[in-house]
């Protein structure tokens, strides 16, 4: 059984892999900690795939674990009063070209050093669904959410988000 679990996460994270480390980083910013977020995902998922039942999709189940790290993670920081903005020096791996849909390389920076301001739920409904692509449905399973809620909490992360940009930044979401 070991063999065949073992395979199987394997596979997963073959899969799924560029999609968590992207998740993670875009909610915390951290290159570092990503990877070992990442590393930390994928033995939760090694360790409680008996008790995956297929009620959600696999990749659904492992940003589910992935959230519950990131969140411990936030917590952490605000614990130790740790607060990073992003820095990005390579091109991140993403479902979409974000070069293709904003031209200005430094609007993109700017934007992504704004989303690591906003409230934890905000940074979590954006990434998933304006970066990761997911749908209503599937954010709503990830963060055990009714879908109204998720729209609801889209709607005022990007408020916040326009706001921001509005007056040139500041920290509005915390």
């Known amino acids: 059984m070991n063999k065949d679990r073992e395979g199987l996460v394997m596979d997963w994270y073959e899969l799924y892999y560029d999609d968590i480390y992207r998740f993670i980083l875009y909610m915390l910013g951290d290159k570092q900690c990503?990877?070992?977020?990442?590393?930390?995902?994928?033995?939760?998922?090694?360790?409680?795939?008996?008790?995956?039942?297929?009620?959600?999709?696999?990749?659904?189940?492992?940003?589910?674990?992935?959230?519950?790290?990131?969140?411990?993670?936030i917590r952490k920081r605000k614990r130790k009063r740790l607060f990073s903005t992003i820095r990005l020096n390579q091109e991140i791996p993403s479902s979409f070209n974000l070069e293709q849909h904003i031209e200005n390389k430094e609007f993109v920076l700017q934007q992504l050093e704004k989303i690591q301001m906003l409230k934890p739920n905000y940074r979590l409904v954006i990434t998933l669904k304006k970066i990761e692509d997911c749908t209503t449905k599937e954010v709503a399973e990830i963060l055990d959410w009714s879908e109204s809620k998720v729209r609801k909490t889209l709607s005022r992360a990007l408020q916040s988000l326009k706001k921001m940009n509005e007056i040139g930044g500041g920290n509005h979401g915390e």
């Open 34 to 73: 990503c990877e070992d977020l990442v590393h930390d995902t994928f033995l939760r998922a090694y360790s409680a795939v008996d008790g995956f039942e297929n009620r959600s999709a696999v990749k659904t189940w492992l940003f589910s674990i992935a959230k519950y790290l990131v969140i411990d993670e």
